[in-house]
């Protein structure tokens, strides 16, 4: 099978986001980096030989998502190299509303394993797809932010919860 790659970049007001795709299904969504160079980077390291298309609906939703419009990502998704479990936490992180949170232990039990929060925290940390797949909403136990998988961190994840409970 053919796996063509396609990606695009968007300016959004903390920078330059994208998204990849594999024949035509949505497969990363790269959050803002300050620098347009450093996310080409980390498109490149996904598909050096990607081509470059213009980025439609998606891209508008990402760059207003960023000016804290109240947009929802219903977009499918592609999902590969994943357990049944982690696609099941993935599944039920869809669930989870704009403005809302849920720790680490509440989403494994949702999931239907109560005790494994821990392997929830390291799922969240393989997520390709932020933003469609919300794991910016998963927080620790005590209400603190817990880790953010990107180059800007908690940080990013702090103001995206922000920009969720502003509208």
Not at 30 to 45: C, D, G, Q, T, V
Not at 127 to 137: D, G, M, T, V, W
Request: aromatic fraction near 10%.
């Amino acid at each position: 099978m053919n796996n063509s790659k396609e990606f695009f970049t968007v300016s959004a007001d903390s920078g330059y986001a994208g998204a990849g795709f594999i024949n035509g299904e949505v497969s990363r969504v790269w959050l803002p980096e300050k620098e347009k160079s450093n996310l080409l980077a980390r498109i490149s390291a996904w598909a050096p030989y990607a081509k470059e298309i213009r980025g439609g609906s998606l891209a508008q939703r990402i760059a207003e998502y960023f000016e804290g419009e109240p947009v929802e990502f219903p977009d499918t998704v592609l999902l590969d190299n994943f357990d049944v479990f982690a696609l099941k936490v993935f599944e039920e992180l869809r669930r989870i509303a704009r403005g809302e949170t849920i720790t680490y232990a509440r989403l494994a039990a949702r999931c239907g394993k109560p005790k494994a929060a821990r392997y929830v925290g390291s799922v969240m940390g393989k997520n390709p797809l932020p933003l469609i797949i919300p794991c910016h909403r998963v927080v620790r136990s005590d209400g603190s932010p817990g880790g953010f998988t990107t180059p800007a961190g908690p940080s990013l994840k702090i103001k995206m919860l922000g920009l969720e409970r502003k509208k």
